[in-house]
């Protein structure tokens, strides 16, 4: 772990662990306790979600109108990835970098050429956060019946800025990409980091390069991938309409839509701190007056999100771990020569 990370990590621990102390952890534990099974139930009803997410990726991967060659993705192969992939960005302090490297990893394991990989998960990615960007400002929207006058217009400017913030790294990374994001970094890098011969990893990057803009030509594909990442945004509103039932304290459609839309822009603008500990828990608390929700509620609500990703994100790591152990075991095999 890199020292920005490390003190990354200690902030938002930090910042966790005093939210909790400042609401009590024995009021917290005793509204998680109502919920009981429930917490299984919403960690299973995350799947939904997560197909969407996995199918937002496999339908980049279709076979193109122009002919190029370019191996079919299957969805079981995409699910396994967005799976593996979101459970490194949940549970290791990898910030939200992890996830994408993990997961083009996987996929030329499974036989993609790297380039594909590569670019399928840098557009699906950026098409994915395009996505949230949408929803959060349909929350802002539903925000804007709440926020009429005094600390809820401040704490609508606040969202905002979140919401702004998102946009502006979206835009960022979507103009690096159609400039040679690959190719260019790949270039600073060599440059700090000289004395080698760097052309074998220019020529994959500026392959991937190639890639992404041969991808961004099936506009048809990107919208697709857009419409499913998007569904899968509006569809993660059920995982905290059921979370809340089960604590004890439901809420509307509406409300929950609200609570999901701003809370996933605010996770999203802190995504240098591993899992946005501490952020994600602070904006529910700031969000709970608006559906009038108690802070131990709110609080209650975060961990129980927390639950799920320990509940879906350990088995994903500890599949992960072995299938990198088998793959590097069928490469150690392959390298052995046959005696004649």
Do not use: C
Request: aromatic letters at 8%; charged letters at 15%; glycine letters at 10%.
């Amino acid at each position: 772990m890199s020292r920005a990370a490390l003190i990354l990590l200690s902030i938002g621990t930090a910042l966790f662990v005093g939210l909790l102390a400042w609401q009590g952890f024995g009021s917290i534990a005793a509204t998680l306790m109502v919920a009981g099974w429930g917490l299984a139930l919403v960690a299973l009803f995350h799947v939904v979600p997560l197909l969407l997410d996995a199918a937002a990726i496999s339908v980049l991967f279709k076979p193109r109108r122009d002919g190029a060659t370019q191996r079919s993705l299957g969805l079981r192969e995409a699910i396994f990835a967005r799976w593996v992939g979101e459970s490194v960005n949940s549970l290791l302090p990898a910030g939200q970098i992890g996830g994408p490297v993990v997961m083009v990893r996987q996929l030329s394991q499974r036989g993609m050429r790297m380039s594909d990989a590569a670019a399928a998960i840098t557009v699906s990615t950026t098409a994915q956060a395009l996505a949230q960007i949408i929803f959060a400002l349909g929350g802002l929207l539903l925000f804007g019946a709440y926020a009429a006058h005094g600390a809820l217009h401040d704490l609508q400017t606040a969202t905002l800025i979140a919401t702004g913030v998102l946009g502006a790294m979206i835009v960022g990374f979507y103009y690096a990409q159609r400039r040679g994001l690959f190719g260019r970094l790949l270039g600073v890098v060599s440059k700090v980091f000289g004395k080698r011969d760097w052309s074998s990893l220019m020529t994959r990057a500026e392959a991937v390069d190639a890639a992404v803009h041969a991808m961004y030509r099936e506009r048809g594909r990107v919208a697709a991938s857009f419409l499913l990442s998007l569904v899968g945004w509006v569809v993660g509103t059920v995982e905290v309409w059921l979370a809340l039932r089960f604590l004890g304290h439901p809420v509307d459609w509406i409300d929950a839509l609200l609570l999901e839309s701003l809370g996933q822009a605010i996770r999203g603008a802190a995504f240098m701190i591993p899992g946005s500990l501490g952020v994600q828990e602070g904006g529910y608390l700031l969000l709970a007056p608006l559906v009038g929700l108690p802070p131990d509620a709110a609080l209650a609500l975060s961990l129980t999100k927390r639950a799920r990703e320990i509940l879906l994100g350990l088995p994903g790591l500890l599949v992960l771990h072995f299938s990198e152990r088998n793959w590097q075991r069928r490469r150690a095999t392959a390298r052995v020569p046959v005696a004649d």
